[in-house]
């Protein structure tokens, strides 16, 4: 897209607002005009700072600019030229080692194919529905995108059942760093309009089927819902990622007239993601514990995993590898197939 905005002589202008409390749609309105490389530099350090929760001292120590020349930007109230400061900002980001490392996720195959549909529904600006079965790591999977795709570029919001139509819109709001005790709902959605429009970014809506729970059938308010979340990508022409169990295909296939508009919005197709790990999958998971590789010399801890898998998913074999672990940690020993079985079996036993 080609950049229409003054070069590097423009100046920001002040919005009035004069600390690190400045919220990402002020601070969006504030850098709206200045180059897009200055756009790009300032809002890796500006949510940088927002996703550690730093102080504005803490951001100046790291990035070597000084606080007050970061508050007067961020605020809109620095009255000189951004190059030299931004060059500084650059040289900073290129030396700063940032551990993104999580030692607890484990990317399977299904990590990557929903991190491979994120990274094209960003790229293409599109709206994408994956739907799957429960426990198979949707959730997991999706927060995890969202914390190496940082620093204001993904956000994300996890739906809750029985939201009035006000309330989706008061908490979506917050999860994108928009709030206000005393914002109208009308406010709060050009607010979060705003936020949703500047850069490249991705919003992630997960258990979307949420919003379809515990209504008449007269009650169309999840419908509304839907339809915000349609004028959020028409207003914003943002990336949109929608997460749900397969209840959400039926609610969409059912209430498609009503949703057309949303339904239609993608260029991407639905999506329905594998009900099952990979034993691939599952043998990364193993390791991951440290257990021996599973051979059919472990009939007993195989059949047991078998069965988690087909009545459970991921989430609950995860549990139990945990839950195993944790015996042979208070056993004081190494971790092996017997300390699975038997805490698997003792767990089964309490509910006999």
């Known amino acids: 897209m ?47 700072g927002k996703d550690h929760s730093w102080s ?19 605020s809109g109230n620095y009255g000189a030229e951004l190059v030299s400061v931004c060059a500084t900002l650059v040289q900073a980001r290129e030396t700063f080692v940032e551990t993104i490392d999580n030692p607890e996720f484990i990317m399977t195959s299904l990590a990557k194919h929903i991190f491979r549909i994120c990274d094209r529904t960003r790229s293409l600006k599109t709206v994408t529905l994956m739907w799957g079965a429960m426990g198979i790591g949707k959730t997991t999977v999706a927060e995890e995108y969202k914390r190496r795709n940082n620093h204001g570029r993904t956000l994300y919001y996890r739906c809750s059942p029985g939201l009035t139509f006000v309330q989706l819109v008061t908490e979506l709001s917050r999860a994108c760093g928009v709030s206000g005790s005393k914002q109208t ?103 991951n514990y440290g257990l021996p590789e599973l051979t059919e010399r472990e009939p007993q801890a195989a059949a047991i995993i078998a069965d988690i898998l087909a009545s459970s998913g991921l989430r609950k074999l995860t549990m139990h590898l945990r839950d195993g672990a944790a015996t042979a940690a208070k056993q004081g020993e190494k971790y092996v197939w017997h300390h699975f079985v038997t805490t698997f079996e003792d767990i089964q036993s309490l509910s006999k």
Not at 27 to 32: L, R, T
Request: proline residues 4%; charged residues 25%; contains cysteine.
């Open 2 to 48: 080609p950049n229409n905005t003054p070069r590097n002589s423009d100046l920001i202008h002040s919005t009035g607002n004069a600390n690190y409390n400045t919220s990402p749609d002020v601070f969006e309105k504030v850098i709206h005009a200045i180059p897009e490389d200055q756009q790009e530099i300032l809002r890796h350090w500006y949510f940088m």
């Open 56 to 74: 504005l001292t803490k951001l100046a120590k790291v990035s070597g600019v000084s606080s007050s020349t970061l508050s007067r930007i961020f």
């Open 185 to 287: 709902h009308l406010r709060l959605r050009e607010k979060l309009f705003t936020v949703l429009s500047a850069g490249n970014r991705l919003l992630i809506v997960d258990e979307l089927h949420q919003l379809f729970l515990r209504r008449a059938s007269s009650d169309i308010t999840a419908v509304m819902q839907c339809e915000f979340l349609r004028e959020c990508y028409d207003r914003s022409n943002c990336g949109m990622v929608f997460f749900g169990t397969k209840a959400l295909e039926k609610h969409m296939v059912a209430q498609k007239e009503s949703l057309a508009q949303l339904l239609d919005r993608g260029t991407m197709p639905r999506i329905t993601l594998a009900p099952k790990p990979t034993k691939s999958d599952v043998k990364q998971f193993v390791a």
